[in-house]
């Protein structure tokens, strides 16, 4: 029964991480928290995503495809409206030859604009954990044998406590400006 009650466990991890998420960037639009890094600019940085891509995936084939698929479609959906909240808090705010050319914090039009995005954000992730809901209720009604046939490695996948050596960033693009590079 292992393999079931990790895979389930999974889910529930990648709820909290969504949450967790969805809060940081909360701190972000209203003003409190000014890390740029504090979130993953790249989707495929997220745990969430490493969740949905690798663990998900494992039932892409059986019944749980659809939502599988409206998840991908959401989860995507919840990083570009990040980007644009990215983009307006921290675009063009590098401060600088020691903060004399720019500003380093966000204005009063641009926190606004961003908590209209968290707003639009909340949304959708309110629609992906939804989803999310859903594929855990295929899960529990799925037996145990399809998880025997499915699973190759019955383990829960755990989130490295300690980041891998940091990949060379790449240049990231909101209509047409430089956001990360």
């Known amino acids: 029964m292992a393999s079931k009650e990790n895979y389930i466990q999974n ?14 960037i909360k701190l ?11 979130v993953p600019v790249n989707q495929s940085d ?7 891509y690798d663990d998900a995936m494992v039932f892409s084939t059986s019944n749980a495809k659809s939502v599988i698929d ?9 990083y570009d409206i990040y980007l644009k909240i ?7 705010k590098s401060g600088g030859l020691m903060g004399v050319f720019g500003s380093k914090k966000a204005s009063a039009s641009d926190l606004k604009l961003a908590q209209n995005y968290y707003e639009e954000l909340l949304n959708v992730s309110d629609a992906l ?11 529990l009604a799925t037996p145990q044998t399809k998880f025997d046939e499915l699973m190759v490695a019955p383990e829960p996948v755990t989130v490295a406590a300690e980041p891998a050596a940091p990949a060379p960033k790449q240049k990231l693009y909101f209509r ?6």
Do not use: P
């Open 86 to 92: 990215y983009a307006t808090l921290f675009a063009g």
């Open 129 to 139: 954990l939804k989803r999310l809901r859903a594929f855990e209720s295929v899960m």
């Open 176 to 181: 047409g400006q430089l956001i990360e590079g």
């Open 46 to 52: 997220s745990d969430f995503s490493r969740w949905l």
């Open 11 to 24: 889910i529930r991890n990648a709820r909290t991480h969504q949450l967790k998420w969805i809060n940081q």
């Open 28 to 38: 972000m639009v209203s003003g409190v928290s000014q890390e740029k890094d504090a």
């Open 70 to 78: 409206e998840m991908i479609t959401l989860h995507t959906e919840c």
